[in-house]
């Protein structure tokens, strides 16, 4: 029964526990100093990109229509796509 005369701590085996203000402040700073090391750029949506000029596109519908590749109604139609118009082309 040797564990009867071992003698009390006399310390605290860990440090006391900061005031929430303390502890939120200590938090703050972590979070910036890990944000400060960021390596990869921030998320951009895919809408971000940059979408292609629309009178080139306009241009390339022009020469497949005047080739013939496309037919009157196709080349309204696209063309209507294009530029956001209604099918009634209001």
């Known amino acids: 029964m040797l564990f009867l005369y071992r003698p009390r701590q006399t ?9 929430r203000m303390e502890q939120d402040m200590y938090n703050h700073q972590m979070q910036q100093a890990f944000s400060a ?4 750029p921030a998320y951009a949506p895919a809408d ?15 020469e497949l229509h005047d080739s013939g590749v496309l ?5 309204a139609a696209a063309k209507a796509k294009l ?3 209604d099918e009634d082309g209001a």
Request: no cysteine.
């Open 71 to 75: 037919t009157d109604d196709e080349f």
């Open 48 to 62: 971000a990109a940059p979408a292609e000029d629309p009178l080139a596109r306009l241009r390339d519908l022009a």
């Open 11 to 19: 310390y605290m085996p860990f440090r006391r526990p900061r005031p």
């Open 37 to 40: 090391t960021r390596q990869v």
């Open 83 to 85: 530029l956001g118009l």
